[in-house]
């Protein structure tokens, strides 16, 4: 079993502008991709089959810390589940909520009714988000992690683009 990145809701440049990444338990071997679509796949465009998989798909949101903390700001990370949901009246964020929801991302409620109960974990990824924009990360993930800039860079693999002093000091 590994953990395969489904797409990206937010910037490619996810650690420096914020990004909605969406991951997925894969029990099979990753299939091959070219470069292009392994890119396209990270910024969220187009539309990708999904692996079959027994996991509930997830979303990591990454938001960066305001920009003139050069490096030394906290990014604030927030995991969420993307469960289907068949019947957003029943949630918290049901009929009342889903209607100023879909006014605010310009959408309309059935959209996002049939986001939440699509088989594709990116369709209900958008609808979490659109409700997230509305509420907040914090109302689905009470517990969010505050991370340096050394240590979140470290964790998304990508501590050569470390902004910290630590990792800049011949410059
Ligand atoms: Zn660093």
């Known amino acids: 079993m590994r953990t395969i990145l489904l797409g990206n809701l937010g ?5 420096e502008y914020g990004g909605k990444l969406v991951y997925q338990e894969c029990p099979e071997p990753e ?12 910024m969220g465009c187009g539309q990708w089959p999904e692996p079959e998989s027994p996991g509930v798909p997830y979303m990591v949101v990454v938001e960066p810390p305001p920009e003139d903390s050069e490096g030394e700001g906290e990014w604030e990370l927030w995991q969420l589940s993307l469960e289907k949901v068949e019947d957003p009246d029943q949630e918290w964020f049901g009929k009342a909520t889903l209607a100023s929801v879909a006014s605010l991302v310009g959408t309309t409620v059935s959209e996002l009714r049939e986001a939440f109960a699509s088989d594709r974990a990116m369709d209900r990824a958008w609808a979490y988000a659109s409700v997230a924009a509305l509420h907040g990360f914090g109302e689905f993930d009470g517990y969010s992690r505050k991370m340096s800039a050394h240590s979140v860079y470290t964790e998304f693999g990508l501590v050569e683009d470390c902004p910290c002093q630590d990792c800049n000091e011949d410059d």
């Open 11 to 15: 910037d490619v440049n996810f650690l």
């Open 31 to 42: 299939p091959e991709r070219s470069p292009l679509e392994a890119k396209l796949r990270a």
